[in-house]
C-alpha cells in the first residue's frame, strides 16, 4: 500500500508541475528608454525570430507600440532569443543590443533598450 501511495503522489505531483508551467505563459517586456535614460512613450517596438527577418524588417513575430512608462509587454512569446526593433521618430535601436537572451519559459523576462 505504501508503495502504491508514493507512486501515486510522484505521478500526481508531476502532473501538477507541468500543469503549472502550461498555465503560465512565457512573457517578454521591453522597455524603450532614450540616450538620457527617459522612457520613451509611442515607440514601435517589433520582434523577430530570426535575423535575416529582423535585417529585412520583415515577418515580425509580433509589434507593440510602448506605453507611458516605455513598456510593451508581449504575451504567450516562445522560450527562445528574439531580435528586438524599436523606432520612434528618426530614432532606432540599431546596435543598441537588439536580440535577447533566451527567454526562460513561463517567467515575465524584462529587457531594455536605448534608441538614439
Same mark, same amino acid.
Given at each position: 500500500?505504501?508503495?502504491?501511495?508514493?507512486?501515486?503522489?510522484?505521478?500526481?505531483?508531476?502532473?501538477?508541475?507541468?500543469?503549472?508551467?502550461?498555465?503560465?505563459?512565457?512573457?517578454?517586456?521591453?522597455?524603450?528608454?532614450?540616450?538620457?535614460?527617459? /522612457? @520613451? $512613450?509611442?515607440?514601435?517596438?517589433?520582434?523577430?525570430?530570426?535575423?535575416?527577418?529582423?535585417?529585412? +524588417? #520583415?515577418?515580425?513575430?509580433?509589434?507593440?507600440?510602448?506605453?507611458?512608462?516605455?513598456?510593451?509587454?508581449?504575451?504567450?512569446?516562445?522560450?527562445?532569443?528574439? /531580435? @528586438? $526593433?524599436?523606432?520612434?521618430?528618426?530614432?532606432?535601436?540599431?546596435?543598441?543590443?537588439?536580440?535577447? +537572451? #533566451?527567454?526562460?519559459?513561463?517567467?515575465?523576462?524584462?529587457?531594455?533598450?536605448?534608441?538614439?
Amino acid at each position: 500500500m505504501r508503495v502504491f501511495i508514493f507512486f501515486s503522489v510522484l505521478f500526481f505531483g508531476s502532473l501538477e508541475n507541468t500543469a503549472e508551467a502550461q498555465l503560465l505563459p512565457t512573457k517578454l517586456r521591453i522597455t524603450v528608454i532614450d540616450g538620457l535614460g527617459n /522612457f @520613451v $512613450e509611442g515607440a514601435t517596438v517589433s520582434i523577430y525570430e530570426n535575423e535575416a527577418d529582423y535585417r529585412a +524588417s #520583415e515577418n515580425a513575430f509580433a509589434t507593440l507600440t510602448t506605453d507611458k512608462k516605455g513598456r510593451v509587454t508581449f504575451k504567450e512569446v516562445k522560450p527562445m532569443a528574439y /531580435f @528586438v $526593433e524599436a523606432k520612434f521618430e528618426d530614432k532606432d535601436n540599431d546596435g543598441e543590443g537588439v536580440m535577447t +537572451s #533566451e527567454l526562460s519559459e513561463g517567467k515575465l523576462n524584462k529587457v531594455n533598450t536605448v534608441i538614439e
